[in-house]
């Protein structure tokens, strides 16, 4: 009965630390900074963010027709985005991120990181 009990009290233990964790992760991707950047009029704005390494950037095209998001170093790319659509991505070191969107290359902007 006793190795029953201790067998019981582990299962619960382990799934006390998997909630915990789930919830410390949780909390920590809402506190994290976040930025966005519109696309609307074939522009991105703004057409220069400076951010802090860990802050998540979100891009939503409010623009009628698809843009993506790609990087010159191609360190980040979206799938085309249609009107209301988002693409997300943190940066997890300092530099100068400079983007287009791969269906008007015209359309430039870059991402700060210090």
């Keep these: 009965m006793r190795t029953r009990s201790c067998v019981v009290v582990t299962v619960l233990m382990f ?3 998997a909630c ?7 909390a920590s991707e809402r506190l ?5 950047i519109t696309i609307d009029n074939f522009t991105f704005t703004p057409p220069t963010l400076t951010v802090k390494v860990g802050t998540r950037i979100t891009w939503t095209n409010r ?3 698809p843009h993506s998001v790609m990087s010159d ?3 980040f790319h979206s799938k085309a985005l249609d009107t209301d659509d988002s693409f997300s991505f943190t940066p ?3 530099g100068t991120y400079s ?3 791969s269906l008007h ?3 430039t902007a870059k991402v700060v990181v210090e």
């Design 15 to 17: 799934a006390l630390a």
């Design 32 to 36: 994290a900074p976040k930025a966005d």
């Design 20 to 26: 915990l964790a789930s919830l410390r992760s949780a």
């Design 73 to 75: 170093s191609a360190e």
């Design 99 to 101: 983007y287009f969107c």
């Design 105 to 107: 290359p015209k359309m």
């Design 63 to 65: 623009d009628d027709i």
């Design 92 to 94: 997890t070191k300092p």
